[in-house]
């Protein structure tokens, strides 16, 4: 899996560095009869994502994980997702958890006491819960987003989900990614324009310095603490 050339046809190959549109076709023909979901924390990427498997009118999932963390925004773009693509059915995944339950069980603030900890039950743990039952997870995941995901391959086994998985935008740059936001009308959260690079939950995500929509960074996630990855993907958490 991941293989260089992922298909051959008479004329035509499709691989890692092949455009993220041409692997979003070649997916839906290749798992046609397979169960695939999209996932997405609503940034840039995902949103990208989700309207490029829209525009096949193909009837799918949109998984996300709420954990009641989420900026307005975040909500606000979610809504207008779901009214532009309605032949999408955005699924909350996410847990059943509950700040205060959460405190009286592990203190109070725990993103600040044990950040992977608190990563790991709103977030890890709940989405093994939404693999359950899929053939193929397709993912906004990008090589050049960062060191841990610098080696990710267009098509890989996730081991820790035990699940077949689809980066069909690997090989891009952010700025290849807001070109097309840009050039399709693709709704997006409106905290990129208020310097914010990635999105996540409010107490672990702030806004970086100098930053300009197009680019990339994450260093407004979790500032101040050796951790950038909320162990969603790769081996982590």
């Known amino acids: 899996m ?7 046809r008479p004329g035509q190959a499709v691989g890692e560095h092949s455009p993220p549109e041409e692997l979003v076709a070649w997916s839906l023909r290749k798992f046609a009869d397979r169960r695939l979901a999209i996932s997405t924390s609503f940034g840039m990427e995902g949103c990208a994502l989700v309207d490029m498997y829209a525009r096949h009118g193909r009837p799918m999932a ?19 997702l779901i009214e532009r693509y309605p ?3 955005f699924v909350n995944r996410g847990t059943t958890l509950t700040a205060d339950e959460q ?7 725990l ?3 044990n950040p ?3 990563c790991k039950l709103r977030k890890v743990d ?25 080696a990710i391959r267009v098509l890989e086994w996730d081991w820790k989900y035990q699940i077949l998985k689809f980066n069909p935008l690997a090989s891009w740059e952010r700025e290849q990614v807001w070109r097309y936001v840009q050039e399709n009308g693709v709704p997006y959260n409106k905290l990129h324009e208020q310097g914010y690079p990635t999105i996540g939950c409010t107490h672990c995500t702030a806004p ?8 990339y960074s994450r260093e407004g996630r979790w500032a101040g603490q050796m951790k950038t990855e909320c162990g969603l993907h790769g081996d982590g958490i």
């Open 87 to 89: 032949h999408l059915s």
């Open 116 to 118: 992977d900890l608190c």
């Open 111 to 113: 993103w600040k006491s």
């Open 126 to 150: 709940p989405m093994h819960g939404a693999m359950a039952g899929l053939d193929v997870w397709i993912t906004g995941l990008r090589r050049s987003q960062s060191k841990a995901r610098s």
């Open 2 to 8: 991941g293989l260089p050339i992922i298909e051959q």
């Open 103 to 109: 405190a009286a069980l592990h203190g109070p603030e």
């Open 62 to 80: 949109v998984i996300y994980l709420d954990t009641m963390f989420f900026f307005p925004e975040t909500y606000e773009l979610r809504d207008r």
């Open 208 to 215: 970086v310095a100098g930053y300009k929509l197009g680019e």
